[in-house]
Each structure stands twice: as structure tokens, then as C-alpha cells.
């Protein structure tokens, strides 16, 4: 069975950090690309941040400059570190895996910046 698990969020205050990882499991082949997309309440799913499997990243112009999305090379284990976090990056947090045959969607974390 193939799972994509993320973690790490959590309530922080403006300006503070996290950092969330995505760690998928299973049987997964050929994965192309590993993104992190958010949804804030009332709004559509954005994409955050995507790296693929040659390194190349893109991102969000909202996180430019403060987020930056990595991998570790052994694993497919993908972090997204968020620096200088804003009461506007408050979101569900999901992790999407995208392989050349189909995808993988983990569930979900919660990143709450608050004062």
C-alpha cells in the first residue's frame, strides 16, 4: 500500500518558523515531482512549492524568498522549511506525490499563524 504522510505543522506566532515534511511510503515508482499545495478557509487550493526528481524548484511568488522546498536524495522524503511565516500562510497544508503513471495526495497538516 502506498501512504504519503505529512507532518510538522502547528500554531506559530508571526514571523516564526516550521518545518513540514512528506514522507511517502510504499511501493511508488517513477515519481516525477513532489509538491506542497495549502488551502486557506474560503479559499481554492494553491500551490505552494514543487521540487522534481532532477531538483528543480518552483514556488508561489506569496513565499518566494521565505519558503524553500528540499528533498533528501536517499528517500523521497520531501521538507518545505517556512520562514517569516504570515497570518495569510495560515492553511491545511497537503502534500502531493505525482508519479508518470498517477498521484498520491496525503492527507493534510495544519499551520496556524497566530499572535
Known amino acids: 500500500q502506498v501512504q504519503v504522510v505529512e507532518s510538522g505543522g502547528g500554531l506559530v506566532q508571526p514571523g516564526g518558523s516550521l518545518r513540514l515534511s512528506c514522507a511517502p511510503s510504499?511501493?511508488?515508482?517513477?515519481?516525477?515531482?513532489i509538491g506542497w499545495y495549502r488551502r486557506a478557509p474560503g479559499k481554492q487550493r494553491e500551490l505552494v512549492a514543487t521540487i522534481t526528481s532532477g531538483g528543480t524548484t518552483n514556488y508561489a511568488d506569496s513565499v518566494k524568498g521565505r519558503f524553500t522546498i528540499s528533498r533528501e536524495n536517499a528517500k523521497n522524503t520531501v521538507y518545505l522549511q517556512m520562514n517569516s511565516l504570515k497570518p495569510e500562510d495560515t492553511a491545511v497544508y497537503s502534500c502531493h506525490v505525482e508519479t508518470h503513471y498517477t498521484n498520491y495526495w496525503g492527507r493534510g497538516t495544519q499551520v496556524t499563524v497566530s499572535s
Open positions: 510504499g511501493s511508488i515508482f517513477s515519481i516525477y515531482r
